[in-house]
T-cell receptor
Framework: GQNIDQPTEMTATEGAIVQINCTYQ??????LFWYQQHAGEAPTFLSY??LDGLEEKGRFSSFLSRSKGYSYLLLKELQMKDSASYLC??????????WGAGTKLIIKP | GAVVSQHPSWVICKSGTSVKIECRSL??????MFWYRQFPKQSLMLMAT?????????EQGVEKDKFLINHASLTLSTLTVTSAHPEDSSFYIC????????????FGPGTRLTVT
């Protein structure tokens, strides 16, 4: 079956670094996406990985290991506005996104 | 960039009535659009895939007679919730497959539906 696992909730301190992990099992693989979703809003695209390795984009980085079915999103220099849910989604062989349940990230001052 | 709009952004309706939600791609043509539903504190659940000029493909467990999808043009897809019930109250989000590579999707801002 198809499955995406990520932690339900994480807490971190403003200015710190946090890593949100995601493991996936999908029928075929066409890439791993990370989205940010603030409460009451639609998801916004953060990153896309299709090859192994680390992709860095400002304060956010995303890593992929296809052999392990594993990805993580790394957020540096955390700001209060980073408080949101972070959704991991794997794209299967039909180019359909399979979504994780999301990780609620709480930033404390 | 590619922009997708939804209308209305929020709606309150009485139980038993029908509600139509529009999803528009504003600056590109979208042959494929997706409709998602999201309950509080849960992830996105794909309801159906809408292809222009053909019938929508519904996910398992989604009632096609209750959630009517019409993709009549390359820039507009509509979702009609028929005979709405309080349990249909949810956040409905559409996305459109972008003009670029196969996996590109752009999300609308979502529609909050409350059925009383």
């Amino acid at each position: 079956g198809q499955n995406i696992d990520q932690p339900t909730e994480m807490t971190a301190t403003e200015g710190a670094i946090v890593q949100i992990n995601c493991t996936y099992q999908t029928s075929g693989f066409n890439g791993l996406f990370w989205y940010q979703q603030h409460a009451g809003e639609a998801p916004t695209f953060l990153s896309y990985n299709v090859l192994d390795g680390l992709e860095e984009k400002g304060r956010f980085s995303s890593f992929l290991s296809r052999s392990k079915g594993y990805s993580y999103l790394l957020l540096k220099e955390l700001q209060m506005k980073d408080s949101a849910s972070y959704l991991c989604a794997s794209m299967d062989s039909n180019y359909q996104l399979i979504w994780g349940a999301g990780t609620k990230l709480i930033i404390k001052p | 960039g590619a922009v997708v709009s939804q209308h209305p952004s929020w709606v309150i309706c009485k139980s038993g009535t029908s509600v139509k939600i529009e999803c528009r791609s504003l600056d590109f043509q979208a042959t494929t659009m997706f409709w998602y539903r999201q309950f509080p504190k849960q992830s996105l659940m794909l309801m159906a895939t809408s292809n222009e000029g053909s019938k929508a493909t519904y996910e398992q467990g989604v009632e096609k007679d209750k959630f009517l999808i019409n993709h009549a043009s390359l820039t507009l897809s509509t979702l009609t919730v028929t005979s709405a019930h309080p349990e249909d109250s949810s956040f409905y989000i559409c996305s459109a497959k972008g003009p670029g590579w196969e996996g590109e999707q752009y999300f609308g801002p979502g529609t909050r539906l409350t059925v009383t």
